[in-house]
């Protein structure tokens, strides 16, 4: 099975900060992960597929990057929109989700 | 567009099998896409159940394989899920969900599931 670690898990930002969430897997995924927020009471959201494509209609200050076994999602500039639950998930084999990353406002 | 609508009782005794079906809507079942199943626990992350193409072949989780089937109806457009000898860790939101290349791209509402007896 492949795990997904994400770090941290909840983050306390401001609204305008440059926002990194990380996420390792076990082993190597290749590009094989996709980013999703989360907000409370709703289904999660697609936001970054194959580790550093935007989604359609996803702002551009959401971004990803990684290859392999580490991954990052960036927010270029928190908007308070942004205040939610991110989490990583692979789909190199099978699926597996990340635990989750909740960014808070500080 | 396309929607997903979960459906199903929202109370299992223990021991007894959960049953939840997913409408599809805005989409064909028999193409291209995969259909999962994916659960989220009260106050905790998301857990992947697993998924179904409408030629039968499914993927499982490991962790859940034993108790779960996933099965599509194309003539109704819909899929649905089991997991027998529910206890009360099974209770969650289950979500289904349309799988492309990209990813999970379209989500259901979520249906709340709760094991009690």
């Known amino acids: ?15 305008g900060d440059r926002v990194t969430i990380t996420c390792r897997a076990s082993q190597s995924i290749t590009i094989w992960l996709a980013w999703y927020q989360q907000k409370p009471g709703t289904a999660p959201k697609l936001l970054i597929y194959k ?4 989604e359609s209609g996803v702002p551009s200050r959401f971004s990803g990057s990684g290859f392999g076994t580490d991954f990052t999602l960036t927010i270029s500039s928190l908007q308070p929109d942004d205040f939610a ?8 084999n099978y699926r597996t989700f990340g635990q989750g990353t909740k960014v808070e406002i500080k | ?3 997903l609508q979960e459906s199903g009782p929202g ?17 064909s079942i ?3 896409n995969w259909w999962s199943w994916v659960r989220q626990p009260p106050g905790r992350g998301l857990e992947w159940i697993g998924a179904i193409f409408h030629s039968g072949n499914t993927n499982y989780d ?3 394989k034993s108790r779960v089937t996933i099965s599509v109806d194309k003539s109704k457009n819909q899929f649905s899920l089991k997991l027998s000898s529910v206890t009360a860790a099974d209770t969650a939101v289950y979500y289904c969900v349309r799988e492309v290349l990209r990813g999970m791209d379209v989500w ?3 249906t709340t599931v709760t094991v009690s007896s």
């Open chain 2, 62 to 64: 490991p962790s859940l």
């Open chain 2, 1 to 3: 567009q396309v929607q």
């Open chain 2, 30 to 32: 028999s193409g291209s």
């Open chain 2, 108 to 110: 259901g509402q979520g």
């Open chain 1, 51 to 54: 580790a550093s494509s935007l």
């Open chain 1, 85 to 92: 639950t991110y989490y990583c998930q692979q789909y190199n």
């Open chain 2, 11 to 27: 109370l299992v005794k223990p021991s007894g099998t959960l049953s939840l079906t997913c409408a599809v809507s805005g989409d």
């Open chain 1, 1 to 15: 099975d492949i795990q997904m670690t994400q770090s941290p898990s909840t983050l306390s930002a401001s609204v």
